[in-house]
């Protein structure tokens, strides 16, 4: 059973920093590829980041490049989400989800959820 859960969530003030866990179990990173999304109240879910297990490769929201950083951990199969410079717009539900392939932030080729965690920014 593919297990993927999501920590680090909580509130801090703008311009301050987060950084998000995902531990999955069940699956092996080396053929998947893993990414964070998000939903705030009343938008539509949105794609933050994502890193390809098979070529390294990241990939990153315009909205958060230059602030948000993807990586992994083989070992300890986690991907961790490192947020920095945040902004009240990035107040949201973060999730992380996992698929078979060589990454993107299209949300409809995510195979496996999380059950998300919340991340608010106070201005």
């Known amino acids: 059973e593919v297990q993927l859960v999501e920590s680090g969530g909580g509130l801090v003030q703008a311009g301050g920093s987060l950084s998000l866990s995902c531990a999955a179990s069940g699956i092996t990173f080396d053929d998947y590829a893993i990414a964070w999304f998000r939903q705030a109240p009343g938008k539509e879910r949105e794609g933050v980041s994502c890193l390809s297990s098979r070529d390294g490769m990241t990939y990153y929201a315009d909205s958060v490049k230059g602030r948000f950083t993807i990586s992994s951990d083989n070992v300890k199969n986690t991907v961790y989400l490192q947020m920095s410079s945040l902004k009240p717009e990035d107040t949201a539900v973060y999730y992380c989800?996992?698929?078979?392939?060589?990454?993107?932030?299209?949300?409809?080729?995510?195979?496996?959820w999380g059950q998300g965690t919340q991340v608010t920014v106070s201005s």
């Open positions: 989800a996992a698929y078979t392939g060589w990454g993107t932030l299209y949300d409809y080729e995510y195979d496996y």
